[in-house]
């Protein structure tokens, strides 16, 4: 009986592993109450600290084939130069809206409406942009302030983190 639990455990684990990482999530924690005395705390993560070395080699070797930057004597310079209008790191844009939570995103109230906003829209501060559902909730996710939807950064059913871009508002 002990390794029929243990087989399940890991098959449990096995599929935790994968929710993960089909959902493109950083982190479940779960715990299974199997009796009074007996449990299962298990907690999946990604390893953060692997990701942002990984990210930054990718943007650095992006930027050697195009032959204009890479030559410039003064590389600071144009790289600053060069984020904003890339936009590489949409987080970082200062017209970024971040989502306020993990869920999913949908981009109008319901299948077969038209989305809230699309690129070009104008909107006004408190504008619904888009919804984000967490844990059965609805949650209309309010423009920050007025300006000119530039780009939309997520996929209408696409799972989001807390934090993660959603779309660049200027």
Do not use: C, W
């Not at 005395?37 to 692997?50: F, I």
């Not at 890339?86 to 989502?99: L, Q, R």
Request: charged share 20%.
């Amino acid at each position: 009986m002990p390794n029929k639990s243990h087989d399940d455990d890991v098959a449990f684990i096995k599929a935790l592993a994968e929710l993960l990482n089909d959902n493109d999530l950083t982190e479940l924690q779960v715990k299974r109450d199997y009796g009074e005395d007996d449990s299962l705390n298990v907690r999946v993560s990604r390893r953060q600290e692997a990701a942002p070395q990984v990210t930054a080699p990718i943007p650095s070797a992006a930027a050697p084939p195009p032959t204009p930057p890479a030559p410039a004597p003064t590389g600071a310079e144009p790289a600053s130069a060069e984020a904003p209008e890339t936009v590489e790191d949409p987080a970082s844009h200062p017209g970024a809206v971040t989502s306020p939570m993990v869920g999913t995103v949908y981009m109008q109230a319901e299948p077969g409406a038209p989305a809230f906003v699309n690129p070009g829209d104008q909107v006004s501060e408190g504008d619904t942009l888009l919804i984000i559902e967490a844990m059965k909730t609805m949650n209309h996710i309010p423009a920050p302030r007025a300006g000119t939807v530039k780009r939309i950064l997520v996929e209408d059913g696409a799972a989001v983190e807390y934090g993660a871009p959603l779309m660049i508002i200027e």
